[in-house]
Nanobody, 119 residues
Framework: QVQLVESGGGLVQAGGSLRLSCAAS????????MGWFRQAPGKEREFVAR????????KYTDSVKGRFTISRDNAKNTVYLQMNSLKPEDTAVYYC????????????WGQGTAVTVSS
């Protein structure tokens, strides 16, 4: 079993930056692909970014391309989401998740960290 704990959320003005972290417990972190998702008030959860086991392949939803960067440090069992040029529409609870099988099915989720972007 993998436990995930997100941190780094908060209140920021539009145009600002935040870096989210997701620390994973348990063995095998370097064997798993990782993803970030978000859920805005009144909306369904949506995919934000994904990173492969080695970090060599990264994918983003169109709305964050060029502004967000996903990365990982396998020595620290941590995945990051650097968010720049934040917009009010980025306001959401952000969740990290682990894909154990690599089949883009996420097996474990964190509790989320809230990001609020003021205009």
């Amino acid at each position: 079993q993998v436990q995930l704990v997100e941190s780094g959320g908060g209140l920021v003005q539009a145009g600002g930056s935040l870096r989210l972290s997701c620390a994973a417990s348990g063995r095998g972190f370097s064997s798993y692909a990782m993803g970030w998702f978000r859920q805005a008030p009144g909306k369904e959860r949506e995919f934000v970014a994904r990173i492969s086991r080695s970090g060599g392949v990264r994918k983003y939803t169109d709305s964050v391309k060029g502004r967000f960067t996903i990365s990982r440090d396998n020595a620290k069992n941590t995945v990051y989401l650097q968010m720049n040029s934040l917009k009010p529409e980025d306001t959401a609870v952000y969740y990290c998740a682990v894909d154990i099988s690599g089949a883009t099915v996420y097996d474990y989720w964190g509790q989320g960290t809230a990001v609020t972007v003021s205009s």
